[in-house]
Structures are given as C-alpha cells and as structure tokens.
C-alpha cells in the first residue's frame, strides 16, 4: 500500500498556480499580437492611401494636360477657371470642382451671348458632366484645386492641386482634412494651340 501511495505522489503534473500562470501568460502574448497587427494593419492602410494618392494625383495631371494642351480657344483671359473649346469634339468645356471629383461640364453654345457661362443641363449623357478621372480610378480619394487661370504667354495655371481621402472631406473646408498627395502651390501646363479670345 505504501508503494501505491508513494507512485501516485511522483507523478508528474501541473498545479493549479502552474496553470493560471501559463493561461496569463497565454493571454499577455495573444493581446499582445492582436494590439501589433491592428497597428501594422492601420500603417499599412495609411501608406496605400498615400500611394494612392499619388498614383491619382498623376492621372489627374495627365488628364489636365489632355484638356489644357490642346485647348484651342480660350475664354475668360486672366480670370478664375474660363471655358476653352477643345479641338477634340469641337466642344466649350469648363473644369469645376464636385463631390465625385474634378468634372468637365460641356457649356452652352460659345455664339449665344444670352447663354455665355452657362451650363448645360440635359438627359444626354453626353452632354452631362464627366469626371476628369473615374471613380473606379480614384480609390475613395478625391482631387480637388482652388482654381484655374489661364495667361496671354499662353500657360494654363492649375492652384492648390490635392489629394483628400473622399470620407468625411467636406469641400467648404479643405483645411479640416488631411491632404494625401499635392502638387506645388501652382502647377503651369502650357497650351500648345491655344488662343485667348475676349470674353
């Protein structure tokens, strides 16, 4: 019976403290790498946003560059974002800010004083503002500028070009949000064709 008593005393196990020790330790180290990844996961978020940016921030200048290039007849001079006639479609557009995005709205007819500036508003998607770049392109991100001008030596002058995250910007203050990719406060794109006609 000793024997017995004594072989059941030797066996090897762990005690209740042994226990609780390990689960809390189990516990420290799987806090420990759910608090790393979701920061590993929120920095990497924040770098493919600002990559993101930058990649639209491209697309919007070389779509810009399309427009203003070869724009052939320019209306307005000096003043804040005129109207140009696109030789591509014979067409007046007019670049504006939207909550899509930077479009490009066909304006009425150039020969039609009583509807100088005015903007077309129709069903014929044609006709209908166009984004400059699209949504599929923009990623959640949108691009904003505070205006455009264009001058006699004959340069189109794009100000504050920027890259916002599209949720929660609000367009009436652009300085509340963080601004992901930017150009120089102006950005000149020359027009290759280009004549400046009085308003």
Same mark, same amino acid.
């Given at each position: ?8 005393r030797n066996q ?40 993101? !940016? &930058?990649?639209? %921030?491209?697309?919007?200048?070389? =779509?810009? +560059? ?7 007849? *320019? /209306? ?60 599929? !392109? &923009?990623?959640? %991100?949108?691009?904003?500028?505070? =205006?455009? +001008?264009?001058?006699?030596?004959g340069y189109f002058? *794009? /100000? ?40």
């Open positions: 019976m000793k024997k017995l008593m004594i072989r059941k090897d196990g762990f005690t209740l403290t042994e226990m609780l020790a390990t689960v809390l330790i189990m516990s420290i180290v799987t806090t420990s790498i759910v608090a790393g990844v979701s920061v590993v996961r929120d920095n990497f978020k924040n770098v493919q946003n600002k990559a993101n !940016a &930058q990649v639209l %921030l491209s697309t919007t200048v070389a =779509e810009l +560059t399309d427009r203003f290039a070869f724009a052939s007849e *320019i /209306k307005g001079g000096e003043s804040s974002n005129p109207r140009f006639l696109l030789d591509i479609g014979g067409q007046w557009i007019v670049l504006k800010n939207s909550a899509d995005g930077i479009v490009y709205q066909l304006c009425k007819a150039e020969d039609d004083p009583a509807n100088f500036g005015k903007y077309i508003v129709t069903e014929d998607t044609s006709k209908a503002p166009a984004l400059l770049v699209t949504k599929e !392109a &923009q990623a959640g %991100l949108i691009c904003y500028y505070d =205006e455009y +001008t264009y001058s006699s030596s002058t *794009i /100000k504050n070009l920027r890259v916002y995250e599209k949720e929660g910007f609000d367009p009436s203050h652009p300085e509340n949000s963080e601004v992901l990719a930017k150009l120089p406060e102006e950005y000149s794109i020359e027009c290759l064709n280009g004549s400046l006609t009085p308003r």
